[in-house]
C-alpha cells in the first residue's frame, strides 16, 4: 500500500500510501461519502506507525496508539473512478501525543482534494492511561521525518 512514486504534491510528507477509490465508497449524491477520507487517514497513519514502530510496541507492551481527534476539510469531490494518494507528516510531538497533518491527492485531477489533521495518545492499555511518547519511538519520527521535534 505505501507508495515510492509520489505525487509531487506530497514531497513533503514522510509516508505515503496509495488506495483506488471503490464504487461504494460513493454515496447517493454520486461523490466519496465524507466519513472515506477519515478511513483513508486511518490506513496512512497505521502505515506510519509501522514504520516508527508503535505497532511493534503495542504487540510487545501493551502500548500504543489510541486516536484523541481528527479532522478533515474537503476541497474537491472525488469520484469512481480515481486513485488518490493520501500523506502523513509529524507536525507536533508532546509529552504523551503526536499530531500529524494529512493530505489526499487525486490521480485523476492532480490536486488535493482533502486535507486534515489528527492527534494520537500513546495510551497504555493495561492501566488504560496516556503513556509517554518512548524514546526510541521519538528518535524513529525524527528520523523518518528528517528533522527534529522540541
Excluded at 16 to 36: E, L, R, S
Excluded at 86 to 113: C, D, K, P, T
Excluded at 128 to 145: C, D, F, M
Amino acid at each position: 500500500m505505501e507508495t515510492e512514486a509520489k505525487h509531487e504534491l506530497l514531497k513533503p510528507f514522510g509516508v505515503v500510501i496509495k488506495i483506488p477509490v471503490q464504487w461504494g465508497d460513493q454515496d447517493a449524491f454520486g461523490h466519496v461519502n465524507n466519513t472515506v477520507p477519515h478511513r483513508w487517514f486511518e490506513s496512512a497513519r497505521i502505515a506510519l506507525f509501522g514504520r516508527i514502530g508503535l505497532l511493534d510496541l503495542y504487540r510487545d507492551e501493551r502500548r500504543g496508539p489510541i486516536l484523541a481527534a481528527t479532522s478533515c476539510d474537503y476541497l474537491r469531490q472525488i469520484n469512481f473512478p480515481d486513485t488518490v494518494q493520501i500523506g502523513i507528516r509529524v507536525v507536533r510531538i508532546g509529552r504523551s501525543s503526536i499530531g500529524f497533518e494529512h493530505a489526499i491527492v487525486s490521480e485523476a485531477q492532480g490536486a488535493v482534494v482533502a486535507q486534515g489533521t489528527s492527534t494520537t495518545v500513546v495510551f497504555d492499555y493495561e492501566s488504560n492511561k496516556p503513556h509517554p511518547v518512548p524514546q526510541p519511538i521519538r528518535q524513529a519520527i525524527e528520523a523518518l521525518e528528517g528533522r527534529t521535534f522540541e
